[in-house]
């Protein structure tokens, strides 16, 4: 399913440049130059992204220091990171899925975050322990991805077809509201949780907002 999601943006060009004329940056949200930036994470001295995608993120963090494992279960968008990333030092490209990756790893992690990535797709009740005992002290856990539609919460699930209507893949994402956020968060010991939606930009201010959640242990 994620392979063929990442075969469909081939041919979708990657900004090299952004609106500031950096070369890297940091977005939580699903609009370019748009929202907060890596300031979020406070600054850790390392960090795991959970379902990096082409790895620009991991990157803007690793340029600035921190050593960053970049773990993605597909390999389609991870080639593409390693094409354009892979010669910088802080970065590290996992290919494991994201529970896998976090019930073998020994590392602690001064934050662990993840942008319309793998925190969407998983089953709270299954990540969240394991979030919490992969980082350090003082962590922060935060992640960003469309917020729920009213009423719909909890599992929601649906058959995504490719283009030649092949056998359909099943996707499962979780949805909560920034309220059931925090409770839940708080339930697996997370403190200073804080659960926000952030507007679209005003030219697009009918599109869909981002929810940002922020924690630490
Ligand atoms: C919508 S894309 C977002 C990619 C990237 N974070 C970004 O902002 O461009 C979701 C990514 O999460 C990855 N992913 C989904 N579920 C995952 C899991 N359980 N473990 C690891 N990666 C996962 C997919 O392969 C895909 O690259």
Redesign the pocket.
Known sequence: M??R??RGKRGVPERTVNAAGQRTWF?WT?YPDHGPTETVLGSPASAL?????????AAHLAVHGVEVTA????L??LEKAEQRWGHLGGLRLVH??????LRATDERFGAVY?????V???DPEVLLPLVRRALRPGGVLAFSHEPPIEGCYGCQGGYVRGPGGDRPSVVRRWAYTPAMWVDILARYGFTRITADIVAPPPARSGDVPTLLVHARV
């Open positions: 994620w392979d999601y990442a977005n699903q992204e959970l379902g990096c995608g082409t790895g620009r993120n773990v993605d279960v597909s389609v968008p494991r899925e994201a529970v896998d990756f993840s942008v319309f990535g793998a969407w797709f998983t």
